[in-house]
Nanobody, 126 residues
Framework: QVQLVESGGGLVQAGESLRLSCAVS????????MAWFRRAPGKDREFVAA????????NYADSVKGRFTISRDSAKNTAYLQMNSLRPEDTAVYYC???????????????????WGQGTQVTVAS
């Protein structure tokens, strides 16, 4: 069993930054890829960013390119989402997701992720 626990959410003003963390525990495969998704009020959950198992590939939604950075520390079994220049439209519950395997395709598709965290709220005030 693999558990994902997010942390780092909160309330910030527009233009400020936050860093989310996702700690992986349990019997996680060594080739685990990580991603962040978010669900804004009244909207479907959407892809935000993904990083493959070796950190050779990082992908972002167009809406966050240049502002958000995904990274990982394999020694700590933790993934991060550094969010800069936050906007009110970034307000959402942010979810960490993980999947095993070496594929770098379809990283934006929710059904391909096996493990999910409980989510952390990010609120950006204008």
């Amino acid at each position: 069993q693999v558990q994902l626990v997010e942390s780092g959410g909160g309330l910030v003003q527009a233009g400020e930054s936050l860093r989310l963390s996702c700690a992986v525990s349990g019997r996680a495969p060594s080739n685990i890829a990580m991603a962040w998704f978010r669900r804004a009020p009244g909207k479907d959950r959407e892809f935000v960013a993904a990083i493959n198992w070796s950190d050779a590939f990082r992908n972002y939604a167009d809406s966050v390119k240049g502002r958000f950075t995904i990274s990982r520390d394999s020694a700590k079994n933790t993934a991060y989402l550094q969010m800069n220049s936050l906007r009110p439209e970034d307000t959402a519950v942010y979810y960490c997701a993980a999947r095993g395997g070496y594929s770098v395709t379809y990283y934006y598709r929710e059904p391909l992720y096996d493990y999910w965290g409980q989510g952390t709220q990010v609120t950006v005030a204008s």
